[in-house]
C-alpha cells in the first residue's frame, strides 16, 4: 500500500507556472504507474498524464500536451507535474494517483490509490 500526498497548488494569473509535488510513503514507491488527474466543479476526473515506473515512458491528455511535463524521482518517493502557460480551463482539483498494475491507463478506475489532492486556480 502507498500513501500520496499532493502539494504546490495555488492561485496564478493566465500564463504562469506552477509545480505540483506529490509524495509517497512507502518502500515500494517504484513499482508503481503513477498518473497525475483533474477534477473541476461540476465536471468528471480527468486523465492529465502519467509516468512509467522506471520514468521511461510518459503520456500526456491532448489539452496539456506541451505545457505539462510530469517527472518522478524513486530515491526520494516524488512524482511532480510541472505545468506552464497555464489557463483558466486547466482550474481544477488535481490529484496524484498511483496504479500497482501491469498496464497503464488514463481512466481513473485504474488506479488504487489517491492522494487528496490540491487545487489550482488560474485566473483570466
Known amino acids: 500500500q502507498v500513501q500520496l500526498v499532493e502539494s504546490g497548488g495555488g492561485l496564478v494569473q493566465a500564463g504562469g507556472s506552477l509545480r505540483l509535488s506529490c509524495a509517497a510513503s512507502?518502500?515500494?514507491?517504484?513499482?508503481?504507474?503513477m498518473g497525475w488527474f483533474r477534477q473541476a466543479p461540476g465536471k468528471e476526473r480527468e486523465f492529465v498524464a502519467y509516468?512509467?515506473?522506471?520514468?521511461?515512458?510518459?503520456y500526456y491528455a491532448d489539452s496539456v500536451k506541451g505545457r505539462f511535463t510530469i517527472s518522478r524521482d524513486n530515491a526520494k518517493n516524488t512524482l511532480s507535474l510541472q505545468m506552464n502557460s497555464l489557463k483558466p480551463e486547466d482550474t481544477a482539483v488535481y490529484y496524484c494517483?498511483?496504479?500497482?498494475?501491469?498496464?497503464?491507463?488514463?481512466?481513473?478506475?485504474?488506479?488504487?490509490?489517491w492522494g487528496q489532492g490540491t487545487q489550482v486556480t488560474v485566473s483570466s
Open positions: 494517483a498511483a496504479d500497482r498494475n501491469p498496464f497503464a491507463g488514463t481512466t481513473p478506475r485504474m488506479y488504487d490509490y
Open positions: 509516468i512509467a515506473r522506471n520514468g521511461g515512458n510518459t
Open positions: 512507502g518502500r515500494t514507491f517504484s513499482t508503481y504507474i
